[in-house]
T-cell receptor
C-alpha cells in the first residue's frame, strides 16, 4: 500500500522568507506520479505540479521549486520570497499507475505567511 | 480547458434526508471520476472511483448503500448521501480524468454539506 507523509502540520513565516515543505512517500511500484496541490481558504484545490517517477529533474516555476529525490523517496516543495497570498494548506499526493491512478494524499501542511 | 464543476456548492439539510451532489466535466469527456471527502482540518480521503457506464468501486470503510454514486454519462457523475446524519457533514470534492491522460485529475470546487 502507498503512503504519503507530510511531517510539518503547520509552518508560520514572515513575508519574504523562504519556506520548504517536506513530503515523503512510500510505494513498491516503479511507475507512479507525485503531485503538489494548494488549497486556499475557499477550499478549491489548485494544481501546482505533477512529476512522474522516471523524471527526477528538479523544477522551478516562478517562486516555486521542487526537489524530487527517489533515493530518499522525497518530493519537497520550496516557496521563495513568500507572500501573504501563499497562505494556504498544501498537499502532496501520490498516484500509482497500476492502481488506476487513485490519489493518496498526505496530511497537508498549513502555511501561514504574516505580513 | 479541463474544467470540472460541482453543484451545489453548499447544502444544508435535515437529518434523515437524502442529498444529491453533481459533478460535471464541462469541456472534456471524463472516463473516470473520483469522489473525495474532507473533514475540517484534515486531508482528502478517496471515497470511490467511478467509470462511465459501470458500478463505482468503493474504498474500504465507505458504505456503498449510504453513498450512492452514478456515472451515467461521460460528463456527469452524481453522489447521493442517503439518510444523512450530522456525522456526514463534510466537504465533498470530485475529480475527473480523461482516457488519454489518466494520471491527471481535474478537481471540482467542492460541495460543503451540513446536516442538522
Amino acid at each position: 500500500a502507498q503512503k504519503v507523509t507530510q511531517a510539518q502540520t503547520e509552518i508560520s513565516v514572515v513575508e519574504k522568507e523562504d519556506v520548504t515543505l517536506d513530503c515523503v512517500y512510500e510505494t513498491r511500484d516503479t511507475t507512479y506520479y507525485l503531485f503538489w496541490y494548494k488549497q486556499p481558504p475557499s477550499g478549491e484545490l489548485v494544481f501546482l505540479i505533477r512529476r512522474n517517477s522516471f523524471d527526477e529533474q528538479n523544477e522551478i516555476s516562478g517562486r516555486y521549486s521542487w526537489n524530487f529525490q527517489k533515493s530518499t523517496s522525497s518530493f519537497n516543495f520550496t516557496i521563495t520570497a513568500s507572500q501573504v497570498v501563499d497562505s494556504a494548506v498544501y498537499f502532496c499526493a501520490l498516484a500509482i499507475k497500476a492502481a488506476g491512478n487513485k490519489l493518496t494524499f498526505g496530511g497537508g501542511t498549513r502555511v501561514l505567511v504574516k505580513p | 480547458g479541463a474544467v470540472v464543476s460541482q453543484h451545489p456548492s453548499r447544502v444544508i439539510c435535515k437529518s434523515g434526508t437524502s442529498v444529491k451532489i453533481e459533478c460535471r466535466s464541462l469541456d472534456f469527456q471524463a472516463t473516470t471520476m473520483f469522489w473525495y471527502r474532507q473533514f475540517p482540518k484534515q486531508s482528502l480521503m478517496l471515497m470511490a472511483t467511478s467509470n462511465e457506464g459501470s458500478k463505482a468501486t468503493y474504498e474500504q470503510g465507505v458504505e456503498k448503500d449510504k453513498f450512492l454514486i452514478n456515472h451515467a454519462s461521460l460528463t456527469l457523475s452524481t453522489l447521493t448521501v442517503t439518510s444523512a446524519h450530522p456525522e456526514d457533514s463534510s466537504f465533498y470534492i470530485c475529480s475527473a480524468s480523461r482516457r488519454l491522460a489518466a494520471n491527471e485529475q481535474f478537481f471540482g470546487p467542492g460541495t460543503r454539506l451540513t446536516v442538522l
